[in-house]
Nanobody, 121 residues
């Protein structure tokens, strides 16, 4: 399964963006999906994950502001980002694994191009 991110852009602090993660293949519904971000000079970090079932996880830094969701019929996952802060600025990536817990391992075969999120103060 390949993933393509979109929806990034420039937004003022306090604003909102909705990122999309479009997947190829017919097995999307079986995958746990993670949204990651990487700011300049920092490691790529998992900010939100959603399992193939009902499991959802958020990093403390985004809890209460970001919402992850998925529409299996559309082979797409989303990350709704509200109350954006300058420290949220990064390239955002999505990726998936058949096992929810492996989202933290980040041992994926490949990554997409990501989508840039810029937050002005």
């Amino acid at each position: 399964v390949q993933f393509v991110e979109s929806g990034g852009g420039l937004v003022q602090a306090g604003g909102s963006l909705r990122l999309s993660c479009a997947a190829s293949g017919s097995t999307f519904s079986k995958y746990a999906i993670g949204w990651y971000r990487q700011a300049p000079g920092k490691q790529r970090e998992l900010v939100a994950g959603i399992s193939s079932g009902i499991g959802i996880w958020y990093a403390d830094a985004v809890k209460g502001r970001f919402t992850i969701s998925r529409r299996n019929a559309e082979n797409t996952a989303y990350l709704q980002m509200n109350s954006l802060k300058p420290e949220d600025a990064a390239v955002y990536y999505c990726n998936g694994d058949l096992h929810f817990e492996r989202l933290w391992v980040r041992n994926f075969g490949s990554w997409g191009q990501g989508t840039q999120v810029t937050v002005s103060s």
